[in-house]
């Protein structure tokens, strides 16, 4: 979990000015990081989804889709956690438009 954290605000130190910055997506995923470690809670925190919902509402466009992607991805590098959880977020969140792959180092962000 300390790794995870830890590799989350690497992350927010190394972002680029992107239309949605990395900073903003690490503050909006980093209340889901218990959620990502394998044998986790169930269930999603309040603040994970709240983030999920305002990222989803953020990124409508493919770039802004695939800046969310690639900045998980690199935030989670070195991470210790579940990629296949990753995909379990939106239907937990009650989100019916969105649709995550497991992200992990070998992600493709522009699919």
Excluded at 37 to 47: F, L
Excluded at 55 to 72: G, S
Aim: net charge positive.
């Amino acid at each position: 979990m300390f790794r995870l954290v830890v590799g989350l605000v690497a992350i927010v130190m190394l972002s680029r000015s992107e239309a949605i910055p990395c900073t903003e997506v690490i503050k909006e995923v980093t209340p889901c990081a218990d959620f990502l470690v394998q044998d986790s809670s169930n269930q999603p925190s309040k603040d994970c989804c709240n983030g999920v919902i305002d990222l989803n509402k953020n990124a409508k466009t493919k770039p802004d889709r695939v800046q969310v992607c690639e900045c998980i991805k690199q935030a989670l590098a070195n991470a210790k956690y579940d990629p296949n959880r990753i995909p379990l977020l939106p239907k937990a969140c009650g989100i019916s438009d969105l649709t995550l792959p497991p992200i992990n180092k070998n992600t493709d962000c522009n699919k």
